[in-house]
């Protein structure tokens, strides 16, 4: 790196217009590069820039999607609690009847939460490696 700083022995001043500086300083701010000079040379020398890309609705769909299996998570274990809790309750044989008789669509919401978990992370680590 410091021998990168004593080549550096010519300058050159370059004006831009504001709209100008703008679309070369937020192209630079997508990049791996740390200075802006710096950027600028590799842009001018032809030489290769790294640049990293976002997918923006992705981003989002992801946020949502993690929203989604927190809601889902709370859900399953609020339902949980609640049924455990009725099971508790003696004085109340119509409601034991109900909990019996409903167990079955407890098992099938808790499969599709865990459906949905493994989905969420198995697509998270696919995009995550792209």
Sequence with gaps: MNSEKVNLTRKVTVRFKPDEYN???TSF???TKKK?????RFVLLEK????Y???QSLDEFMAELVRLRN??????????QLVKRLHTMSHLNELREWIQLNEKHKENFFEKVNEINQKISQLSGQWLQE
Excluded at 36 to 40: A, F, G, K, Q
Excluded at 48 to 51: A, G, H, L, R
């Design 23 to 25: 679309k070369v300083n």
């Design 29 to 31: 701010k997508s990049t």
């Design 36 to 40: 802006l000079s710096e950027y600028i």
């Design 48 to 51: 290769p820039v790294t640049v």
């Design 53 to 55: 890309t976002r997918d």
């Design 71 to 80: 809601e889902l998570s709370a859900i399953g274990n609020n339902f949980n």
